[in-house]
T-cell receptor
Framework: NAGVMQNPRHLVRRRGQEARLRCSPV?????VYWYRQLPEEGLKFMVYLQKENIIDESGMPKERFSAEFPKEGPSILRIQQVVRGDSAAYFC?????????????FGQGTRLTVV | SQQGEEDPQALSIQEGENATMNCSYKTSINNLQWYRQNSGRGLVHLILIRSNEREKHSGRLRVTLDTSKKSSSLLITASRAADTASYFC???????????FGKGTSLLVTP
C-alpha cells in the first residue's frame, strides 16, 4: 500500500520558469492538501482539494500559483514565473476524511530551488 | 492565530531518558494532533486527542490536553536514537480547513 507519492523530489528552476509539482494520494483518499515549508519553520497551508474541486485556497498566493486535482491522475501544484522567494519544500498530504479530524498522510516533499 | 507554539525549541537527551514537549495555542479547538518530521522529510501522524479527552496513550507516547490552559504536552518514554526528529503540535483552523503548525521542537537523542 503505497503512501503519498510526490515527484520530483528535487526541482531546480531558473527565475521566470514554471514549476510543476505532482502528488499521488494514498489509494482511496479523495482529500488532498498542499503545504509549504521554509527552513526552520513549520508547514504553512496552501490549498485543499477534493476530486475536481478546490475547497479552500486561502493559503495560496493570488498570483502565479494554481492547483488542481483532476478526476484521473495526480494533483498538480503549478507555480508560474518562479522567483527566488518560491524556494521551499512543498508537501502534499491526503486523508480519508477532512484532515482536521483524522490522520493525514504526508509525502516526502518536493524541494524547489529557484536560481 | 490558531497556531500552536512548542516549547522548548530544542531538546537534547540520552537514550533511555524521557522527553517532554509542550504546546500552547490561542483559541478553542475540536482536537489537537502531534506530528513528527525526520530531518526535513515527510511528516508522520503520531496521535490525535479530542477536546473532551484529557490524556491519551500510544505505545511510548503519552499526550495530555488541558483546554482550560490551552496547552498540551507530548511525553516520549524510554527514548531511542530513532526518536530524533522535529515534533509539531497541530490545531485546526476556526475558519477554513487548514492545519496550523508551530515551529516545532527539535529533539536529539544521543546513544
Amino acid at each position: 500500500n503505497a503512501g503519498v507519492m510526490q515527484n520530483p523530489r528535487h526541482l531546480v528552476r531558473r527565475r521566470g520558469q514554471e514549476a510543476r509539482l505532482r502528488c499521488s494520494p494514498v489509494k482511496g483518499h479523495s482529500h488532498v492538501y498542499w503545504y509549504r515549508q521554509l527552513p526552520e519553520e513549520g508547514l504553512k497551508f496552501m490549498v485543499y482539494l477534493q476530486k475536481e474541486n478546490i475547497i479552500d485556497e486561502s493559503g495560496m498566493p493570488k498570483e502565479r500559483f494554481s492547483a488542481e486535482f483532476p478526476k484521473e491522475g495526480p494533483s498538480i501544484l503549478r507555480i508560474q514565473q518562479v522567483v527566488r522567494g518560491d524556494s521551499a519544500a512543498y508537501f502534499c498530504a491526503s486523508s480519508l476524511f477532512e484532515h482536521q479530524n483524522t490522520e493525514a498522510f504526508f509525502g516526502q516533499g518536493t524541494r524547489l530551488t529557484v536560481v | 492565530s490558531q497556531q500552536g507554539e512548542e516549547d522548548p525549541q530544542a531538546l537534547s537527551i540520552q537514550e533511555g531518558e524521557n522527553a517532554t514537549m509542550n504546546c500552547s495555542y490561542k483559541t478553542s479547538i475540536n482536537n489537537l494532533q502531534w506530528y513528527r518530521q525526520n530531518s526535513g522529510r515527510g511528516l508522520v501522524h503520531l496521535i490525535l486527542i479530542r477536546s473532551n479527552e484529557r490524556e491519551k496513550h500510544s505505545g511510548r507516547l503519552r499526550v495530555t490536553l488541558d483546554t482550560s490552559k490551552k496547552s498540551s504536552s507530548l511525553l516520549i518514554t524510554a527514548s531511542r536514537a530513532a526518536d530524533t526528529a522535529s515534533y509539531f503540535c497541530v490545531t485546526g483552523s476556526n475558519s477554513g480547513y487548514a492545519l496550523n503548525f508551530g515551529k516545532g521542537t527539535s529533539l536529539l537523542v544521543t546513544p
